[in-house]
């Protein structure tokens, strides 16, 4: 030790010792003689309610797909030549298109200099216009209002006006988000509140999609489950309602209710019958409901129809028009645009006390504005070309595509993994995943169990290594004990969705027969 | 009443009764005959600590501001012809113009057509590829991973390498966000836990922006006050951090030491110097450093230069460097490019614990990922044309420009304010904003008090009605007992600019006269 490091000691000794005088963790050397100050931020110091956070769709079983993908690259030899991604409804990935249009007006807004270029179509440039008039100085670049722009907000109220056979929407009630996830997690953070027995508790569909149980967790608010019901086709029962609800009043203060449809991970389309019966339970319970409507476009098997619970609330007469809270989510990330990437969407808000809604707006200046290219995409999503128009032939033809295309895959991936012994899938009605069961030999749910994962998560992440196919495990989701499933994506291209099929089925074969 | 009506009224009577019998508040009959339920959130039972966020910039001035805008635009007679919204840091609203390299880099990406019009440069091309080939599907429509895509951070590493003389970037470190409002959050919801005087505390400037005080008050965690010396030029004592830090251990945990520079709203720039004792400051105290430097490129005065937290502290040496906990914000909104509405940002995060940037990670998949537009844009701003290549010369040409009339424009602002009795105004050394102070006669605070405002909101708010000027009050920011202040940005056209102070400059004279 020389002089400098001896005097360098000195110091780090008085510093240490007053740590330990205010308690704090000492110091300690390692293996390079640095002092190694014990960190202030540590698994044990931090928030624990981020701790509780899971997000299943991007869990292990992604990160270990991403290492695969990079293992490939490198050379390595695997069982298979390439990753397929089926965990997340990433459409553009799995090789959809965007719609012309849309990219279009989307070029012309970023770069307006491209107004004078003659190949781009007229009602392009109209749309382009009209956005930019909307925008600061005329840009992109400039903040919007924090609620969202105010023509695409109007734009939005027409398009749910025409979506609702007439239902007047107020465009002061409709608030531009980041994707529908910031709207989510915006009005269950106005929900929560009170302690111990007093929490807010909010109702969420089992199975879910995480974001809610993420949301709820990190809030620290009480998540309340309610079962869909898998033997009839993933179906809401107000009975189960009813039990989850009054088995909750005995541990929090049930204050919010969550209804995804088309669902996620499930599939299902709910009949107008049965959003009514959830309205008159909410408003029974006194339950403000979160309608989370993002795949209102998928809706694919025949007899089943998208109804919005807007629609349904106002043609149920004023006694539910004029007291149900209820918040309808939005997003250009999925049905047949699939534009994840731009993180657009849109809430209505409806009934909201007014002191309520300041706080909203308050709350949302603080994060200045949703990102302006996405509010743009939501303007185009909501105010597509219209009949006469230069576009619109391409854009029914490529949006006809898209749907039809999804519709049967949907069909497909219901029809083929019915096929296979000890799968059983629901129809695929609506949305953009298959939910199927599966039986698991109980030799894996020993070996599972034993080496601390999940049976589904063994099971999905023998798939991957096996075969190159990642899909999600139903645990990630929340499913009745003793039952397993996964979800999968019907995204990939039609020729290479068969293919995944086919390898499902006899990775099924294979693992059933190894542990039978 | 009609039979239905009668009937409905026993569904309501019985209904009310069962909501008494479980306590709940009664329903009311509203004017229209119709059942009003009392709404299950209301002001009084929504999330308290959303109730405690203020964010002033664009608070109920900016509210009042947007309502004359409608007023003049439906013919109401003002004293004035237009509304300057000088409150808020948004170049392009006020004229400034997008650089031509970056838009058309956007245009390719979001509509690759493009890619075969000779009109582009082949650098924007050749850039749009690259951004291009790390998108799902090669679609901007696609998600990237949550922490960003890997090409844009390990371009940012790049970028900070080269900002930093050289020290070593790990592409790993760098997190993109949505705004650097998001990456800010994000961190200290990592950092808060804790009850009563073990609650996380964090050490943040005043003046500050009122981003940090709405998240500490929205998560709940104690803001800590540390004054800013206006006398030194806003500069930063470190006996100020040690008085603040002091007396905040008695009643909570200090955890995290935040620093703006260059400063926002008052617009110093930190020496190397005081970088240095902020180090070891942050080092003996064990804070958590977060560093806000999304105005680095904004420089104006001699002798001022940007040093960057990570480069200061990895020239400290080891015992510094391999332990001290920095984040380090940036974004796409500020300096010479103001993309505020892309939303594009990012944050280095050095000598994080393993575990807790595992936990990070997740806690950002929940919400997916940024916006993809907004890493484009990032990306581009830390990876600009290079010498010899096309656009370099018109990039350097608008950037320079739109660099020198702000430095033009920070000199003027101090100017013409100081020449006012009764304004006196610090230099603009950097950033965005003039922080004058402000002398309020008696007789001005006593009628603003009286009726409930801060004397610098009266102040403001007169000056918007008289001129049609928004600012921002100084009490939005916070600043010492006693003292006023407002913040104006400086990015109004020169022109507009002279116009705007001489406006300001009369109004102060008028006001002042009034309440002597």
């Given at each position: 030790m020389n002089h400098g490091t001896a005097l360098l000691w000195k110091r780090r000794a008085l510093s240490s010792l007053s740590a330990t005088r205010r308690g704090l963790p000492k110091e300690k050397m390692s293996e390079n003689g640095i002092m190694s100050r014990a960190k202030v931020l540590t698994i044990d110091t931090m928030n624990p309610t981020v701790k509780k956070v899971e997000y299943a769709v991007r869990g292990p079983i992604v990160q270990r797909a991403v290492e695969l993908e990079r293992e490939l690259s490198e050379g390595m030899k695997k069982p298979f030549a390439e990753v397929i991604?089926?965990?997340?409804?990433?459409a553009h990935a799995m090789g959809q298109q965007p719609i012309t249009f849309f990219r279009q007006v989307l070029a012309l807004c970023s770069y307006p200099e491209l107004l004078s270029d003659s190949t781009f179509p007229e009602d392009a440039k109209s749309r382009a216009c009209r956005i930019l008039q909307s925008c600061g100085g005329n840009s992109m670049g400039s903040y919007s209002a924090s609620q969202g722009i105010d023509s695409v907000r109007q734009d939005v109220a027409r398009y749910i006006e025409r979506r609702d056979g007439g239902v007047a929407c107020d465009p002061d009630n409709i608030y531009l988000t980041t994707g529908a996830s910031d709207g989510i997690v915006t009005m269950l953070k106005l929900l929560v509140c009170g302690e111990g027995t007093t929490r807010t508790g909010v109702m969420i569909p089992i199975p879910q999609y995480p974001l809610y149980s993420a949301a709820l967790a990190e809030l620290g608010a009480v998540q309340i489950n309610y079962f869909l019901n898998e033997e009839k086709c993933w179906s809401l029962d107000i009975t189960e309602l009813q039990r989850a609800v009054n088995e909750a009043r005995q541990y929090c203060n049930p204050r919010a209710l969550c209804i995804i449809n088309p669902g996620n991970p499930t599939g299902q389309v709910q009949s107008r019958q049965c959003i009514e019966d959830v309205i008159r339970f909410a408003a029974k319970e006194r339950l403000f409901l979160m309608a989370d409507e993002v795949y209102q476009d998928n809706v694919y098997a025949e007899g089943c129809q998208f109804h919005s619970f807007k629609k349904v609330l106002f043609e149920m007469g004023p006694e539910y028009a004029e007291t149900v809270e209820l918040a309808s989510f939005h997003s250009t990330s999925k049905c047949y645009m699939g534009e994840c990437g731009f993180r657009g969407g849109y809430m209505e808000i409806i009934n909201m006390d007014d002191e309520v809604k300041d706080q909203l707006t308050k709350l949302l200046s603080v994060r200045l504005c949703p990102p302006v290219p996405g509010q743009a995409l939501m303007d185009l999503v909501v105010n597509p070309p219209q009949p006469g128009e230069p576009s619109y032939g391409s854009f029914i033809k490529e949006r006809t595509a898209t749907l039809s295309a999804l519709a049967e895959k949907a069909k497909l991936t219901e029809q083929v993994l019915n096929t296979v012994q000890g799968i059983s899938c629901n129809p695929v009605q609506g949305a953009m995943y298959s939910f199927p069961r599966i039986t698991i030999p109980e030799k894996a749910v020993k070996e599972a169990t034993e080496t601390g994962q999940q049976p589904d998560m063994f099971y999905c992440m023998k798939m991957l290594e096996e075969t190159g196919i990642c899909l999600v495990p139903g645990s990630g989701f929340g499913q009745k004990d003793g039952t397993y499933h996964f979800r999968m994506t019907i995204l990939p291209p039609t020729d290479k969705l068969k293919i995944l099929l086919n390898k499902v089925k006899e990775f099924h074969q294979r693992f059933t027969q190894q542990y039978s």
């Open positions: 991604k089926a965990n997340i409804g990433d």
